[in-house]
């Protein structure tokens, strides 16, 4: 393959995900000596070939190993799922090749238990939080975001998985809904946000508590300016009631952007679970660098 495929020289690391790309440049050391992020994600991208040579051009000419939605079929180049359970080898084991120096990781799939479920991107910080040492072999791991993954670990590998939408939800109440006039207000671990999310834990009338915001603040039995903060202490403290299930007690290991996992971990709180928070781009370059080293 020559020179230029020598990874063990430093590579590139691209999560690339729906909406945004992040880059690395991984030096031969395994250390991260340059990085950007940017709107352009895998949906809005056009040109693919194009937009891997604007990486390089940004960080350097080195092989890229791709992760997330990059690797979809809305993406470059389609990476077939690897089943549950999966681990960090059979992720490596399943690349699929978009060019002679770029690969892409696939995703992981789950059917069982009259479900069926996906996910790309999330597997490389799940697998990676545990090669990093942070999340141990077996455990329960939360990974906050646009869809969030609830992640049954066992001894290293995911053995299965479940996804809620909250993340989109959110969004869609905020931009299109009856509700967007009442969603400009701050969202933070505070009073309305706990109120929520022990509704959202204890009640399974999710879509009808959602028109009761509206109502409440028409009729002045509830402050506008907390609305917003309701609404997602409701999702979320839903979403942790759909996440804990029949789980064994335990902590759980909350990974992804620091904003998301405050707001999960005061959730888990009000369910009286403790929550130990990870930055879900240390686990991502810890899984990433990982495969990386069998190539």
Same mark, same amino acid.
């Not at 079929?73 to 060019?99: I, Q, T």
């Not at 597997?123 to 999340?135: I, M």
């Not at 869809?147 to 993340?167: P, Y």
């Given at each position: 393959?020559?020179?230029?495929?020598?990874?063990?020289?430093? /590579?590139?690391?691209?999560?690339?995900?729906?909406?945004?790309?992040?880059?690395?440049?991984?030096?031969? #050391?395994? &250390?991260?000596? *340059?990085?950007?992020?940017?709107?352009?994600?895998?949906?809005?991208?056009?040109? /693919?070939?194009?937009?891997?040579?604007?990486?390089? &051009?940004?960080?350097?000419?080195?092989?890229?190993?791709?992760?997330?939605?990059? #690797?979809?079929?809305? #993406?470059?180049?389609?990476?077939?799922?690897?089943?549950?359970?999966?681990?960090?080898?059979?992720?490596?084991?399943?690349?699929?090749?978009?060019?002679? =120096?770029?690969?892409?990781?696939?995703?992981?799939?789950?059917?069982?238990? *009259?479900?069926?479920?996906?996910?790309?991107?999330?597997?490389?910080?799940?697998?990676?939080?545990?090669?990093?040492?942070?999340?141990?072999?077996?455990?329960?791991?939360? !990974?906050?975001?646009?869809?969030?993954?609830?992640?049954?670990? =066992? !001894? *290293?590998?995911?053995?299965?998985?479940?996804?809620?939408?909250?993340?989109?939800?959110?969004?869609?109440?905020?931009? !299109?809904?009856?509700?967007?006039?009442?969603?400009?207000?701050?969202?933070?671990?505070?009073?309305?946000?706990?109120?929520?999310?022990?509704?959202?834990?204890? !009640?399974?009338?999710?879509?009808?508590?959602?028109?009761?915001? =509206? &109502?409440?603040?028409?009729?002045?039995?509830?402050?506008?300016?907390?609305?917003?903060?309701?609404?997602?202490?409701?999702?979320?403290?839903?979403?942790?009631?759909?996440?804990? #299930?029949?789980?064994?007690?335990?902590?759980? /290991?909350?990974?992804?952007?620091?904003?998301?996992?405050?707001?999960?971990?005061?959730?888990?709180?009000? &369910? *009286?679970?403790?929550?130990?928070?990870?930055?879900?781009?240390?686990? /991502?370059?810890?899984?990433?660098?990982?495969?990386?080293?069998?190539?």
């Amino acid at each position: 393959m020559g020179e230029a495929m020598r990874w063990s020289d430093g /590579f590139i690391a691209v999560d690339w995900g729906t909406t945004n790309r992040r880059a690395y440049l991984i030096d031969a #050391g395994g &250390a991260c000596r *340059g990085r950007f992020e940017d709107a352009q994600g895998a949906l809005v991208t056009k040109d /693919f070939p194009a937009a891997v040579a604007e990486i390089r &051009a940004r960080l350097d000419d080195k092989p890229l190993l791709l992760a997330g939605m990059v #690797g979809s079929n809305k #993406g470059w180049v389609e990476a077939p799922y690897v089943p549950c359970p999966a681990g960090l080898d059979d992720l490596a084991a399943n690349l699929k090749w978009a060019g002679e =120096r770029e690969a892409i990781v696939p995703g992981v799939s789950y059917i069982g238990q *009259g479900r069926a479920d996906v996910m790309r991107g999330e597997e490389v910080q799940l697998l990676g939080g545990v090669a990093a040492g942070s999340v141990p072999p077996n455990a329960l791991v939360c !990974h906050p975001g646009t869809h969030n993954k609830w992640a049954l670990l =066992r !001894h *290293g590998i995911i053995q299965n998985f479940s996804t809620v939408m909250t993340g989109e939800l959110f969004n869609l109440l905020k931009q !299109h809904s009856i509700l967007a006039d009442l969603m400009g207000g701050e969202v933070a671990v505070n009073d309305a946000f706990r109120a929520g999310a022990r509704h959202g834990l204890s !009640h399974s009338d999710l879509t009808a508590e959602l028109f009761a915001i =509206r &109502a409440r603040v028409l009729l002045g039995v509830a402050a506008r300016d907390d609305a917003a903060a309701y609404a997602s202490g409701l999702l979320i403290g839903s979403d942790v009631r759909t996440g804990l #299930g029949d789980a064994a007690p335990g902590d759980v /290991f909350v990974m992804g952007r620091p904003d998301l996992t405050a707001l999960y971990s005061a959730a888990l709180a009000e &369910a *009286g679970r403790s929550a130990i928070e990870l930055d879900g781009e240390r686990s /991502f370059l810890a899984g990433i660098t990982r495969i990386a080293e069998t190539l």
